[in-house]
Nanobody, 115 residues
Framework: QVQLVESGGGLVQAGGSLRLSCAAS????????MAWYRQAPGKQREFVAR???????NYADSVKGRFTISGDNAKNTVYLQMNSLKPEDTAVYYC?????????WGQGTQVTVSS
């Protein structure tokens, strides 16, 4: 059974920083991508950032230059460093782990940015 454990969410003032972590454990093999998505109240879940096993990264335009995704392949862990946070970054953040034929989702961690 695969389990994704997220941590690092919380309440922060605008302009502040947070670091999210997501660790995958269990019978998981062949990870080729790890990513972060977010969902704000009343909105659809949206892509934030992804990192491939080889280290290549992609970001949503809304977070470029402010967020950095990184990964530790040995630990099957992905991180999201979020700087210069804005109130519009408030959302539940979900990690995703992709293996051939299946995506696994974390339970989500709340990020709230106050103005």
């Amino acid at each position: 059974q695969v389990q994704l454990v997220e941590s690092g969410g919380g309440l922060v003032q605008a302009g502040g920083s947070l670091r999210l972590s997501c660790a995958a454990s269990g019978s998981i093999a062949g990870i080729f991508v790890m990513a972060w998505y977010r969902q704000a109240p009343g909105k659809q879940r949206e892509f934030v950032a992804r990192i491939s096993r080889s280290g290549s990264t992609n970001y949503a335009d809304s977070v470029k230059g402010r967020f950095t995704i990184s990964g530790d392949n040995a630990k099957n862990t992905v991180y999201l460093q979020m700087n210069s946070l804005k109130p519009e970054d408030t959302a539940v953040y979900y990690c995703l782990v992709g293996v051939p034929g299946k995506n696994y989702w974390g339970q989500g961690t709340q990020v709230t940015v106050s103005s």
